[in-house]
């Protein structure tokens, strides 16, 4: 961006396209003038907040970030940072604390008194402030399309003949999945040595890199089994007590450090040495990936501190494994805490160990958006808690729905609570499994969300006010509301109803809005109240929306069947595929409306589109006129669609 700099003894002004920048280069205090002539400081009490490193163990409060100082995290307890906007529209970030991220991958401690810091004064832009800021540091990855579908996940110790009668069971019921995680006891965990060190609290068996062999005979047969069932797959690490000598890769590792397997000595685990870092890759993962192993679950529960001063290891975790994985340009990813501003370089984000409870679900959609704010756009959380819960089926249903329209919708659950199968709750299993398939069903958009992600910066779910220049956006009375995409608007239920009925009372940006469930018609800027039996959920589609949806009754992720949801106003949207883009032009007229949809090097070979809220209407297809039960399963071609006479 252009700008005119200019210097006064001390004193640095900057003027850039919106605002003048004040800057004391002795204090590095900060002021900031926008061209309206609103004038602001960086404070924190302005600041709308980002996130936090993690959920873990708690129901839905966190220490917030509007002291003079942010909190310490303590232990697992995390506490929301500062994020890049404010309400007075200009934030602050000191990055002085952190290491130096080299041109090549590798990090270095910063020089003694060095500092950095970042003034962020983007007002009330923020899809523009949020680009700057992927701009600057640079975007969100291009995800994989399996990890925006259904996920099964719990903290158990199956067998491989267990897990694999299970995925049979999801299929035999028809509810598609497109990741298979397996936690810890993948390896070695009973059966550790009794004399094998170790220096997590949480037991001998934490860290691992050797199946069970009594749980998984054939490790290479199971991953090929899951693989062949379309599903992605991700393992457990905890790899704080580093490799022990009963490790089957104890030998190997042992050559490439230059230690003696005889000395049975613990290889530590230290990133920060960069022989120990390839044998690291090289051996304890790579021959798993070649297996079968998509990405890796890092599960790093044990401190900010490594052998180099102001390096996080789980950031370095993050940021070695996210390049390890995609070393051949595979595009895939990991699942890991958030570790500071930056973190949006590596997804996917693991929030922890939350507690089954109705104020864990009440936080959480909050939570989400508000991470935005730091540019973390891909947070995925244990959907049903998994520290206790007694199988409360409404708490169950509307967790998994909340998820549904979350960004990662990750079934989970510990050894110890009710696991989250949908059959587990036989009062709401149907509903489940439903809204499971719509999860599936909507991968075209969630894809075309991520698309746009990683290309303009924009997220998938963001608080209310990154498109309502409405006050009440910033409301706390509504603060759990937030877009899913441009075209959803979820007001998402948390609380437990009255004979599974939930009174929710909610308010709209402005526009006309849509029910996504039952159609009904809703004014944009009132407020409103309705009741949502079990199976309905709050999720609203603006006028002039287009929803693109799987046709497709299996889990596969090909979009070859696709149907275009059409809510009739004016818009331009571009659905996206791995290789092509379906794109549509709608306008409206006063007689009626026009479609024009241009395929381009897409693999979806049939098209329905549907008219959401329309039971009849004059249909004109390509000049020919026709009906709307024409337009289902048709050859994705070019065509244009005429509409009038809505009824």
């Known amino acids: 961006p252009q700008f005119k700099y200019a210097k006064n003894g001390n004193e640095v002004s900057i003027e850039t396209e919106t605002c003048f920048f004040n800057v004391n280069t002795k204090t590095l205090s900060t002021s900031v003038t926008f061209k309206n002539g609103e004038s602001a400081t960086p404070s924190n009490a302005f600041n709308l907040g980002g996130t936090a490193r993690t959920l873990d163990g708690t129901f839905g409060v966190l220490g917030g970030w509007k002291g003079k100082r942010e909190k310490k995290d303590r232990f697992c307890i995390a506490h929301i940072r500062k994020g890049i906007f404010a309400l007075n529209g200009v934030s602050e970030i000191d990055d002085s604390s952190s290491v130096i991220l080299n041109v090549d991958g590798s990090v270095s401690p910063r020089p003694a008194a060095t500092k950095d810091k970042y003034v962020f004064a983007f007002g009330k832009d923020y899809l523009g402030g949020l680009k700057e800021f992927y701009s600057l540091s640079g975007f969100t990855p291009l995800l994989p399309k399996y990890v925006l579908g259904n996920w099964w996940s719990r903290y158990h110790a199956y067998t491989d003949k267990e897990y694999l009668e299970l995925m049979d069971k999801f299929e035999q019921k028809n509810v598609p999945l497109t990741v298979a ?147 051949d340009g595979k595009g895939s990813v990991i699942l890991s805490r958030y570790a500071g501003l930056g973190s949006h370089r590596y997804p996917l984000g693991f929030s922890g160990d939350t507690i089954v409870c109705w104020n864990s679900l009440k936080f959480q959609p909050y939570f989400t958006a508000l991470a935005s704010n730091a540019g973390y756009t891909w947070w995925s959380h244990d959907i049903g808690g998994h520290l206790f819960g007694k199988g409360d089926n409404e708490l169950y249903l509307r967790w998994l729905q909340y998820g549904v329209f979350s960004p990662i919708n990750r079934l989970h659950s510990n050894n110890k609570a009710m696991s989250k199968e949908p059959w587990n709750y036989a009062q709401v299993e149907t509903i489940a499994e439903d809204f499971l398939r719509l999860r599936h069903r909507l991968l075209p958009y969630l894809y075309t969300a991520n698309v746009k992600t990683a290309t303009e910066g924009v997220p998938l779910v963001c608080p209310t006010y990154y498109y309502s220049q409405d006050d009440r956006a910033y409301d706390k009375k509504w603060r759990n509301q937030y877009y899913f995409g441009a075209q959803m608007y979820v007001c998402p239920v948390t609380h437990k109803g009255k004979n599974g009925v939930a009174k929710q009372k909610f308010w709209l940006p402005s526009g006309v809005w849509f029910d996504f469930f039952t159609g009904e018609r809703f004014e944009g800027g009132k407020e409103y109240q309705r009741e949502y039996p079990l199976d309905k959920y709050p999720v609203f589609v603006k006028e002039g929306a287009i929803i693109p949806l799987l046709n497709q009754d299996d889990n596969s992720t090909e979009f070859k069947d696709i149907e275009l949801k059409i809510y009739l106003g ?38 329905t589109v549907s008219f959401a809220n329309i039971e009849e209407a004059n249909v004109e297809l390509n000049g020919q006129q026709t009906d709307l039960k024409s337009l289902e399963n048709i050859p994705c071609k070019p065509m244009k669609i005429r509409i009038e006479n809505v009824r």
Not at 597 to 603: A, C, D, S, T, Y
């Open 181 to 327: 995680t397996i936690d810890m006891d993948w390896h070695i965990v009973k059966n550790v040595p009794k004399d094998a060190e170790y220096k997590s609290f949480q037991g001998a068996g934490w860290t691992g890199y050797t199946f069970e062999k009594e749980l998984f005979p054939d490790p290479e047969g199971f991953l090929k089994n899951l693989k062949d069932r379309n599903l992605a797959v991700t393992m457990n690490l905890h790899p704080r007590d580093g490799v022990r000598y009963f490790e089957e890769q104890y030998p190997e590792m042992c050559r490439a450090l230059g230690v003696d397997p005889q000395t049975k000595r613990t290889l530590e685990f230290d990133l920060t040495d960069e022989k120990f870092r390839n044998a690291y890759f090289d051996i304890l993962h790579h021959p798993y990936e070649k297996m079968g192993v998509d990405f890796w679950w890092i599960d790093w529960q044990q401190g900010t501190k490594s052998k180099m001063k102001n390096l996080d290891p789980l950031w370095l975790l993050n940021h070695y494994h996210t390049l390890d994985i995609n070393r």
């Open 570 to 607: 004016n818009n331009v949207y571009t659905m996206f595929d791995e290789q092509g883009k379906i794109s549509v032009a709608m306008k409206k007229d006063e007689k009626g409306c026009d479609l024009i949809i241009i395929p381009e090097n897409v693999k979806t070979e049939r098209l």
